[in-house]
């Protein structure tokens, strides 16, 4: 499997900056793409912070701290101290991960990144100082930040939940980039351009990564087009290739390049030509009273069904983001009929968090791991979906989140929820390279009993030594091998769907501080309930 974008960008910024020593932001700002240089100034401005806090809590009245030397002096320190911030060299390879993964997912799906980076911990509510501040990790696509601060200025809002927040960013996304012409989509996928010209040497990006994109505005004629690219052998797209298929199909120009029996007898009509928009961050009386009504807040979202190819997991339709164009709603009720179930509306993780199991299964996917694995084999006649799987890893490392790296951030993690201490507690502070224990995977197995691992794997997860094995264990159980085979070992043991999905919900998605969001949460799950489904 090849890695990802996120992978080569990691690797080659780590040989340009090997864990050798402290970086501090001077040694990186001119040689990284923007958005991973943004996303580590703004860590660095956490851990000052943090640090700030740690002293002042170490106060004590034998000092007065009041008195105006002690101030001036104090506030001196703090001012020098940041200025000074640095990220250790045995922090940096996990640092430099964490920066490369989190900022490249972004460029890709931001409304998705950006809800799983927020609620990394999965809270009902969000303060506002706190929902903004996370958001100001990743520097591209800053309307959506400001949509967020205008809508909740306008409402007078303190705080968030994940489900509203989703809806009002992709409504956000749809409406502010839906006359977007050639242009002014090249100008904002700049940054994503740029981290592929860091990564891979060449100013192309893999039309995959791109397809996830415009999937996630909304736009399925640029989906179309970009899959009748890639059939006819465009596996990256530069630039000038990019603007032509947008103008294409916007209908600025010929369709000399793909004939129509090429194309769906759906495909979403052509759009009028509209005048140019400045496509720079807007203010925020730049907002129509319509995207800020209380009804774009509140009124539930058509049910989008996912492209295949948007669907590294073979999951589609389970924890995706749902789209509202009106164009989408008809296709989603007409799916949703055509499926005749009412579970399937409801996503996994909220079925989890009802306590109560469900189904979350699409047509075609009856197929175990194994036949899914061939099919990634197979030649250039199967689906497009499946020959291009291999190129949309960057999915999976949107978001995951580990515990919090130090015992006294409790009372800040708790105060989070209640939307105080902006800068405490950011999302993801504890994440792992996951290439080493990726790279080893099948031997793992055998270090804490291949067959008897195989085994397990195969009564639980209905394959032996599943494709996907590195990824569970990594994404899962942080890298912990012999979590990974004890809660299969559970999971052997019961007999109900029910007392799996307790197993799961406790051993994994509390225990390790999983997202439920995430891929590979969802892919998992579909695994083992596929057991009971077929009983």
């Known amino acids: 499997m090849g890695h990802s974008l996120a992978d080569a960008l990691y690797e080659r910024l780590l040989s340009s900056f090997p864990a050798t020593q402290a970086y501090t932001r001077a040694d990186w700002n001119d040689d990284m793409p923007g958005p991973v240089a943004h996303f580590l100034d703004q860590l660095l401005r956490y851990h000052s912070r943090r640090e700030a806090r740690r002293l002042r809590r170490a106060r004590t009245n034998w000092v007065d701290y009041d008195a105006p030397e002690m101030e001036t002096a104090v506030r001196t320190f703090f001012d020098a101290m940041e200025a000074h911030t640095r990220v250790p060299a045995d922090a940096w390879e996990d640092t430099l991960w964490q920066a490369t993964h989190h900022s490249t997912a972004h460029l890709v799906r931001p409304v998705h990144v950006l809800t799983d980076f927020v609620y ?24 959506l930040r400001d949509a967020v601060q205008a809508f909740a200025k306008k409402h007078d809002l303190d705080v968030l939940g994940p489900d509203r927040f989703e809806r009002f960013l992709h409504r956000i996304d749809e409406r502010f980039t839906d006359t977007y012409d050639a242009d002014q989509w090249l100008q904002l996928l700049a940054p994503l351009f740029e981290v592929a010209q860091t990564a891979t040497g060449h100013d192309r990006v893999p039309t995959a990564l791109l397809r996830a994109f415009f999937a996630e505005k909304g736009r399925k004629a640029l989906e179309w087009e970009l899959e ?5 052998g465009w596996d990256q797209v530069p630039p000038k290739r990019l603007h032509r298929l947008i103008a294409e199909a916007d ?3 010929s369709t000399e390049t793909s004939s129509p029996q090429d194309r769906p007898d759906d495909r979403a009509p052509s759009r009028p030509e509209t005048p140019s928009t400045d496509s720079s961050a807007p203010t925020d009386d730049s907002f129509t009273a319509d995207p800020f009504s209380d009804e774009s807040m509140t009124e539930e979202p058509s049910r989008e069904t996912a492209s295949p190819a948007d669907d590294t997991w073979g999951v589609s339709g389970t924890a995706q983001p749902e789209g509202t164009a009106a164009q989408e709603a008809e296709e989603g009720r007409r799916n949703h009929q055509a499926r005749g179930g009412d579970d399937e509306s409801v996503p996994l993780w909220k079925r989890f968090q009802g306590g109560h199991a469900g189904t979350v299964w699409q047509q075609g996917q009856a197929k175990n791991a194994e036949n899914e694995n061939a099919e990634n084999r197979s030649n250039s006649q199967e689906p497009l979906w499946a020959r291009f799987r291999h190129e949309r890893d960057e999915r999976l490392s949107d978001a995951v989140t580990d515990e919090p790296s130090a015992s006294d951030e409790t009372a800040s993690s708790t105060s989070a929820s209640n939307g105080s201490d902006s800068d405490s507690s950011p999302p993801g502070a504890v994440l792992h390279e996951p290439s080493q224990q990726a790279a080893s995977g099948g031997s793992a197995a055998s270090a804490s009993g291949g067959t008897d691992l195989e085994d397990l794997e195969q009564t639980v997860l209905g394959v032996r030594n599943p494709p996907h094995r590195a990824v569970y264990v990594q994404q899962l159980f942080g890298g912990d091998q012999v979590a990974y085979k004890r809660v299969l070992q559970r999971l052997s043991g019961v007999d109900s769907w029910g007392e799996a999905s307790q197993i799961i919900a406790g051993d994994i998605f509390r225990k390790h501080k999983v997202n439920i969001y995430s891929d590979a949460a969802v892919h998992f799950t579909n695994a083992v309930e596929s057991k009971y489904r077929d009983e």
């Open 251 to 253: 209908g600025e120009a």
């Open 228 to 232: 009748a690219a890639a059939e006819e």
């Open 120 to 143: 990394a911990e999965r809270q009902k509510q969000l303060g506002l100082p706190k929902i903004l501040s996370r958001m100001k990790f990743f520097e591209p696509y800053s309307y």
